[in-house]
């Protein structure tokens, strides 16, 4: 693996930012089109693509407490560990739907269209995780 320098140049800053912007703004676009086939209510298409995008930057303050999960059950090679993170990635994605939608009245989220879309998040990433070539450390 190579190491990373201390101080990044700023262009690579930018461009980082610009790249996960990018890549937030197409999730949410998928997260709203599941929602919406789902049975969210909402007033327009955008405030639902909105509504996605801020429970996924609410994810950012729990990054140290993925990590972790992913860490010590996603990587594993058991299934039982696998199902755990599952578990514990899609409760609390759902969580954080419902919570931002007690707070955006332009977007009605049933429970269930939450939790589908949640489970289908964490599907994606399990699967996902598990095509990336293995690396030694």
Known sequence: MPKLPNRPPASVLLMAFITTG????ILSVFGAALLNLFGA???TRG??????FLALVLNLPFAPL???LERRYQRSKRPS???WFFLLDTGLSTLIMML???FDPTVRIPFFAALLTSLIFSLLELLLND???KVRH
């Open 131 to 133: 095509l990336q070539p």
């Open 100 to 102: 931002v939608a007690l």
């Open 47 to 52: 405030s639902l693509i909105a509504f996605v």
């Open 66 to 68: 993925s990590t972790a």
């Open 81 to 83: 560990d696998k199902l």
């Open 41 to 43: 209510g909402y007033a």
């Open 22 to 25: 990018f890549v937030t703004l």
